[in-house]
């Protein structure tokens, strides 16, 4: 799941996806609606949070300490800039990205065509704020939402909100408490309530809500750990969600040089990059603390 969720072209006619191979590596895949089949993008092994460009031409992700793009017609992806563990990615008309290039910190802006990003968001201490990160552009380019995650006793905090801003600094408005992602469309915000998949008239120009929302789907897959859902959508009303539970963590298995099972280790939580000791005998791991959510 930490590689994102599905994600549907701007002209509504494609989607894209993290899968694993039977070689058991991850790579962007690429279907067509109109197809029964879908297929890999050569050179994206280890990607994570694709998104796309505005024509949707191209497709923009993370792998291996880099933000890239990748022609989604076969070309070989490409490096734009450096990027540790990022978290989310938007792409404007005018070739602009903006991203989260780590777990912590602001919202950070960079050319297509590569360069050196500059931070377009201000972590706000005072709102005990760690990190702004699922951005998403208005289709005006100039404002984007983005999801603020603060310092919490749980997997939801109080403070965690949704908010709308500016590139120019102009425009940082909160516009509701929520726990994740969220998306404009079709001139509707979705976002989620729990497991519930919700959508609220927007007015793009006002940056206001409007009426109350409604239900768009039930049983949405929506990770608190990460504050991701599973849901995507094109201008043009093409929708995709998955429905479901998804897991946050897992226990982690040790196996010998040939594959075979020896036993778990650990109860089932959110570890990272487990490093084994030369000497075969002790495990370091990083470990999610959904307590501090750190």
Known sequence: FAAGPVVVSPNGRM??????????RTMLYLRPLDATSSKPLPGTEGASYPFWSPDSKWLGFFSAGKLRKVDVAGSPPVAICDAGNGRGG?????GMILFNPQ???????????????TVVTKIDTMRKESTHRWPSFLPDGKHFLYFSRTASFGAEAEGDAL???????KTNKMLMNTSGNALYASGYLLFMRGKTLLAQAFDEASLELSGDPFTVAEEAINDPGFNL??????????LAYQTGTGLAGARMMVVDRTGKELGLVGDVIENFVPRL???????MVSIFEPTSRT
């Open 103 to 117: 777990p912590v910190g602001p919202i950070v802006a960079v050319s297509s065509a590569g360069g050196t990003p």
């Open 277 to 283: 000791s030369p000497d075969g005998k002790r495990l």
């Open 229 to 238: 859902a599973v849901f995507s959508a094109s201008q043009n009303g093409v």
């Open 163 to 169: 908010f709308v801003a500016s590139l120019d600094f």
């Open 90 to 94: 938007t792409w404007s008309q005018v």
């Open 15 to 24: 989607i894209a996806f993290v899968a694993v191979t039977q070689e058991g």
